[in-house]
């Protein structure tokens, strides 16, 4: 079994920053992406910013120079820097960890269980 755990958001006013932390632990064999993706009442789920275990980094335009997200390989952690938050961040934010558990196992999606966050204006 595979959990992802995250921590952090809150409630911020626009302008502050806030950061989010996520570990993935169990029966990991190989670690590929881990990411965070955000839901906004009303909206479907999209990627804000994701990075490899090469240090590639991906990130939505809407926060591209805003959030910054870094990560530790040997602990399989992974954080999200919020600076200058505006209140359409607002929105339950989800951390993911793209995998696999064994040898010859296809990688799969694994989901934290959300964490708020809200800015006001």
């Known amino acids: 079994q595979v959990q992802v755990v995250e921590s952090g958001g809150g409630l911020v006013q626009a302008g502050g920053s806030l950061r989010l932390s996520c570990a993935a632990s169990?029966?990991?064999?190989?670690?590929?992406?881990m990411g965070w993706y955000r839901q906004a009442p009303g909206k479907q789920r999209e990627l804000v910013a994701s990075l490899t275990t090469g240090g590639t980094t991906n990130y939505a335009d809407s926060v591209k120079g805003r959030f910054t997200i870094s990560g530790d390989n040997a602990k399989n952690t992974v954080l999200l820097q919020m600076n200058s938050l505006k209140p359409e961040d607002t929105a339950v934010y989800y951390c993911?960890?793209?995998?696999?558990?064994?040898?010859?196992?296809?990688?799969?999606?694994?989901w934290g269980q959300g964490t708020q966050v809200t800015v006001s204006s």
């Open positions: 993911n960890a793209h995998l696999t558990t064994a040898w010859g196992r296809l990688p799969t999606d694994y």
């Open positions: 169990g029966s990991i064999f190989v670690l590929n992406v």
